[in-house]
């Protein structure tokens, strides 16, 4: 480089004007491998294992749901439909992950490429302009830390924002908007969104950079795009609930640094995803109302999270052919057969009702421990008979008719008697984890005992 005075194309002295030349990344090969994870074979004894360092995100239900915190170079994917919050989660996750926040690197006048700060975010968004995030954030109360906004949909200068910035989390938002531009197809291809991905991945595992990926989903509630995104990511967190309900279920569906059976329940507010960590409390509340038919209370468990659970049952006369079932939260199916079973086993004839079970608050359960309060609340309701408020339900009915065991008893029992419920309704073959629960167990064995003793009792008010 020197400089030089006159044209040598029109030989005129001083008409040159510099001109910046954007350097474009280089595209991938095509041959290469999702990953570059590559070793000699080694024994396993020689491999010393190190302890995983977790930084704890800072809300509580997503510390849970990761096992801990995040790992670094951990990559997650996170799913769910139109309006549930996943733009609001990942602002707030990157407010609290900003370790710059007191630093005052947020006002300072350097240049974003002499700021290292061990704390920086990068949020990206192929979706919204950078008004739209910042009015956001400001609704959110998210403060000025070490956070940094890029609206961008080109890979390539996406990477060179991550080498610019060198953050220690990447937030895309989200990756079926973003293009590789050596690669034919539109934004949100198949082989768009799997290189685009891998590209991805590839510079974070190897900066130990933590990487979030926001995922569209279809009709069906599905991940959008190919299957082969869910096997490269470490984590998958789906959010599960319409956004009509009140509540938000985070549930993991892969996990390799933690459980996949845990959930994140959030409630959305004026000011973003606000944790829940006493779900009961949404329930405890209506315990002052008078007791009603076709209503019952049962404990679930999410990997080690009781949860208290409220049944509705409506059991009406038919006008159809064909009686309806309809189920909300819970299995169609298993709930077919327990009226097959109480049909069998009470004499009680669901031919000409219809049937309609929800569980309330918009959560989506498989525990079979509800079994027992799903036949309570049906029976109530058919009968016209309140439910006892102060009993809880828990057991597991199979085809047979008989109350069989359920895990974790001994810490539903617990979260009933916190709550407030002064007897539970268990499987008799569960005596050994009802010692000290502080609360009066009464055990059944099968579905007749069951609800004979909950006559018996209802007799007794009446009276």
Same mark, same amino acid.
């Given at each position: 480089?020197?400089?030089? @005075?006159?044209?040598?194309?029109?030989?005129?002295?001083?008409?040159?004007?510099?001109?910046?030349?954007?350097?474009?990344?280089?595209?991938?090969?095509?041959?290469?491998?999702?990953?570059?994870?590559?070793?000699?074979?080694?024994?396993?004894?020689?491999?010393?294992?190190?302890?995983?360092?977790?930084?704890?995100?800072?809300?509580?239900?997503?510390?849970?749901?990761?096992?801990?915190?995040?790992?670094?170079?951990?990559?997650?994917?996170?799913?769910?439909?139109?309006?549930?919050?996943?733009?609001?989660?990942?602002?707030?996750?990157?407010?609290?992950?900003?370790?710059?926040?007191?630093?005052?690197?947020?006002?300072?006048?350097?240049?974003?490429?002499?700021?290292?700060?061990?704390?920086?975010?990068?949020?990206?968004? @192929?979706?919204?302009?950078?008004?739209?995030?910042?009015?956001?954030?400001?609704?959110?109360?998210?403060?000025?830390?070490?956070?940094?906004?890029?609206?961008?949909?080109?890979?390539?200068?996406?990477?060179?924002?991550?080498?610019?910035?060198?953050?220690?989390?990447?937030?895309?938002?989200?990756?079926?908007?973003?293009?590789?531009?050596?690669?034919?197809?539109?934004?949100?291809?198949?082989?768009?969104?799997?290189?685009?991905?891998?590209?991805?991945?590839?510079?974070?595992?190897?900066?130990?950079?933590?990487?979030?990926? *926001? @995922?569209?989903?279809?009709?069906?509630?599905?991940?959008?795009?190919?299957?082969?995104?869910?096997?490269?990511?470490?984590?998958?967190?789906?959010?599960?609930?319409?956004?009509?309900?009140?509540?938000?279920?985070?549930?993991?569906?892969?996990?390799?640094? @933690?459980?996949?059976?845990?959930?994140?329940?959030?409630?959305?507010?004026?000011?973003?995803?606000?944790?829940?960590?006493?779900?009961?409390?949404?329930?405890?509340?209506?315990?002052?109302?008078?007791?009603?038919?076709?209503?019952?209370?049962?404990?679930?468990?999410?990997?080690?999270?009781?949860?208290?659970?409220?049944?509705?049952?409506?059991?009406?006369?038919?006008?159809?052919?064909?009686?309806?079932?309809?189920?909300?939260?819970?299995?169609?199916?298993?709930?077919?057969?327990? *009226?097959?079973? %109480?049909?069998?086993?009470?004499?009680?004839?669901?031919?000409?009702?219809?049937?309609?079970?929800?569980?309330?608050?918009? %959560?989506?359960?498989?525990?079979?421990? *509800?079994?027992?309060?799903?036949?309570?609340?049906?029976?109530?309701?058919?009968?016209?008979?309140?439910?006892?408020?102060?009993?809880?339900?828990?057991?597991?009915?199979?085809?047979?008719?008989?109350?069989?065991?359920?895990?974790?008893?001994?810490?539903?029992?617990?979260?009933?008697?916190?709550?407030?419920?002064?007897?539970?309704?268990?499987?008799?073959?569960?005596?050994?984890?009802?010692?000290?629960?502080?609360?009066?167990?009464?055990?059944?064995?099968?579905?007749?005992?069951?609800?004979?003793?909950?006559?018996?009792?209802?007799?007794?008010?009446?009276?």
């Amino acid at each position: 480089m020197k400089w030089l @005075g006159q044209c040598p194309g029109c030989e005129e002295w001083n008409t040159l004007a510099e001109e910046v030349v954007e350097s474009i990344s280089k595209a991938v090969p095509k041959t290469r491998s999702l990953t570059q994870f590559s070793s000699e074979v080694v024994l396993l004894e020689r491999l010393s294992s190190q302890k995983e360092i977790r930084t704890p995100v800072g809300l509580s239900e997503m510390d849970r749901l990761m096992g801990g915190g995040l790992v670094p170079g951990q990559v997650v994917l996170l799913a769910g439909p139109p309006g549930i919050g996943k733009s609001t989660l990942m602002l707030q996750i990157a407010d609290k992950m900003s370790g710059a926040r007191d630093s005052g690197l947020g006002a300072s006048k350097k240049p974003v490429s002499s700021l290292q700060p061990p704390g920086s975010v990068l949020y990206v968004s @192929g979706e919204e302009s950078l008004s739209q995030v910042s009015s956001r954030a400001k609704r959110l109360g998210v403060s000025r830390g070490a956070l940094y906004l890029l609206c961008e949909t080109d890979l390539s200068k996406i990477i060179d924002a991550i080498h610019k910035v060198q953050p220690s989390m990447v937030i895309l938002d989200s990756i079926q908007t973003v293009y590789h531009p050596e690669l034919t197809g539109s934004p949100g291809s198949v082989g768009q969104v799997r290189e685009c991905a891998a590209e991805l991945l590839r510079i974070c595992k190897s900066r130990e950079t933590i990487l979030f990926l *926001l @995922g569209h989903v279809t009709k069906e509630g599905a991940l959008a795009g190919p299957k082969v995104l869910e096997h490269i990511v470490d984590t998958v967190l789906y959010f599960e609930t319409e956004r009509q309900h009140l509540l938000r279920v985070l549930r993991a569906h892969k996990n390799r640094f @933690g459980p996949t059976s845990e959930i994140g329940i959030f409630e959305m507010g004026e000011k973003g995803l606000q944790e829940i960590a006493d779900v009961s409390q949404f329930f405890v509340a209506r315990e002052g109302q008078a007791a009603k038919s076709g209503r019952s209370l049962s404990v679930s468990v999410e990997g080690t999270r009781p949860l208290l659970t409220e049944i509705q049952a409506l059991v009406t006369p038919t006008r159809y052919a064909l009686p309806r079932r309809m189920v909300t939260g819970f299995d169609l199916n298993r709930t077919q057969l327990l *009226l097959a079973s %109480m049909e069998k086993h009470l004499k009680v004839h669901w031919d000409n009702r219809d049937v309609f079970v929800n569980l309330a608050g918009g %959560m989506r359960l498989k525990d079979p421990a *509800l079994d027992l309060g799903i036949c309570a609340a049906l029976v109530s309701s058919f009968r016209e008979v309140p439910v006892p408020a102060d009993t809880i339900y828990l057991g597991e009915v199979g085809l047979l008719g008989d109350v069989g065991r359920i895990p974790f008893l001994n810490i539903r029992l617990k979260e009933a008697a916190r709550v407030g419920f002064k007897k539970a309704v268990v499987p008799a073959h569960s005596s050994k984890e009802t010692v000290g629960v502080g609360i009066e167990v009464l055990p059944v064995e099968n579905l007749m005992d069951a609800f004979s003793h909950l006559m018996k009792k209802l007799k007794g008010e009446e009276g």
